[in-house]
């Protein structure tokens, strides 16, 4: 199955046409489509950050193809790197034809953390906390009441004893924080500072850190997902010997550190992407993840590919269960208006069914890395779609770019010298110098 309206070969049609297909779609309207193709005014960059003298833009794609809970969605990527569309939306194409992703997501939880230091009896301390814990709930919830009126505030406190740090002993109050539809770091930084003169009371002890985590290992997502082993075969591999491949490549990565952590980066290809699309923090999403992927005590794949035999067939079966803090109100997915317009496309989600869509997207992701990277190499498909940029970087106009990739491909040599070349002789000649 394939999202309503939106054909399978997008890239096959003009921007312009592309550009309607996705109006139609998700109900654009002109501010929407303007909002897509010039991003953020000067002023409203100028009002985001400090010491603003210009604005960056990237490429913002679509990921096709995605069956999620048996809902069909189109999925904006914003990314530099040739491939990382096309690979996604080919993977959740596979991933559609054994019936989707099935996806799932905890309460979204937060940690914020209190550092006490100076104590004579960590485990008295603690003591003292854990029996005042409806006074630091209280304390923590004075400042956010919107959050409670919707279900979030804090909910719990826990207490971590650090006996031996280079600081000497200190004990780490952590506040379970339901953020609902934030990201939720202005609220749980809020509420740790709140109750931290309370902590030194009742402890005697010395407030320092007062500061969310970005481990959220109580804020996931996970999806998972089934490719019949047929839809894998290729020119010369059967399916079965593709998906034995694959899960060969992924035993690689839960064997060896330096493997997954590529592996893993593959895997935030995809997540990344659709949280700079949504205006979300993609730099606290990449430091949860690599800390989840070593919480075992050593470093190792975020996902879990195995080979199955159901009723219908055999299938290669892949799973991604992961942090995934993101939010759908405040912070730039509000203030940026190309990130408004990403969140129309996705049907506006609330922040639990983004997180789904994400962690679909970077299963998907790695899927596609593993596939080519067991068959033809993961180099064949990139470069074929790196070679525009090579024309770009070369100098070639806009008409001339795919003329010149399509040259640099049949030739095999997708180099920034031949492209130069290219257009220095106006294309006529196509032999190698």
């Known amino acids: 199955m394939t999202p309503r309206n939106i054909p399978t070969s997008l890239y096959k049609l003009s921007l312009s046409e592309r550009s309607q297909i996705i109006s139609d779609y998700a109900n654009l309207d002109q501010s929407d489509i303007k909002a897509l193709s010039c991003g953020l005014t000067i002023e409203q960059a100028d009002s985001m950050i400090e010491n603003v003298i210009g604005r960056y833009t ?3 794609g679509l990921g096709t193809n995605f069956l999620i809970n048996g809902r069909e969605f189109i999925v904006p990527m914003v990314v530099e790197e040739p491939s990382i569309v096309a690979a996604v939306s080919y993977a959740a194409k596979l991933v559609s034809a054994g019936g989707g992703f099935k996806t799932s997501s905890s309460e979204p939880v937060m940690i914020g953390q209190v550092q006490v230091l100076d104590l004579a009896d960590l485990a008295d301390a603690a003591a003292k906390i854990n029996m005042a814990e409806l006074e630091l709930l209280a304390a923590a919830n004075r400042f956010h009441p919107t959050i409670q009126k919707l279900g979030g505030g804090a909910k719990g406190i826990e207490c971590r004893p650090l006996p031996d740090t280079p600081a000497g002993p200190m ?5 379970l924080y339901d953020c609902r539809d934030a990201m939720g770091a202005n609220a749980v930084n809020t509420a740790v500072e709140a109750i931290a003169p309370l902590i030194e009371q009742l402890t005697g002890g010395r407030v320092n850190l007062r500061i969310l985590s970005n481990l959220t290992d109580r804020r996931t997502a996970r999806a998972e997902g089934l490719v019949p082993v047929d839809q894998l075969a290729r020119p010369g591999l059967n399916g079965e010997q593709v998906a034995q491949a694959i899960f060969e490549a992924w035993a690689f990565a839960a064997a060896d550190p330096y493997r997954a952590t590529t592996h893993n980066k593959g895997i935030m290809n995809g997540i990344d992407a659709v949280a700079l699309a949504t205006g979300n923090d993609w730099r606290a999403l990449e430091a949860g993840a690599h800390a989840y992927a070593a919480r075992n005590g050593r470093y190792t794949s ?5 080979l199955i035999t159901l009723d219908e067939g055999k299938f290669l079966k892949g799973v991604l269960d992961m942090p995934l803090s993101v939010g759908t109100v405040g912070g730039a997915t509000k203030a940026h208006p190309t990130a408004r317009v990403s969140m129309k496309m996705l049907g506006n989600p609330h922040a639990r069914t983004l997180a789904e869509i994400m962690v679909a997207a970077g299963l ?3 899927l596609a890395a593993l596939r080519a990277l067991a068959t033809e190499g993961i180099q064949t498909g990139h470069m074929r779609l790196h070679a525009r940029q090579v024309a770009l970087a070369a100098g070639a106009a806009a008409d001339q770019v795919q003329r ?6 049949s030739e095999n040599n997708i180099r920034e010298e031949r492209a130069k070349a290219l257009i220095e002789r106006g294309l006529h000649n196509t032999t190698k110098p």
Do not use: K, M, R
């Open 302 to 306: 975020l996902t879990d590919w195995s």
């Open 404 to 409: 010149i990739a399509d040259i640099l491909v």
């Open 364 to 366: 998907a992701q790695n």
């Open 58 to 60: 990237l490429p913002l």
């Open 171 to 175: 004990l780490i109050v952590h506040l």
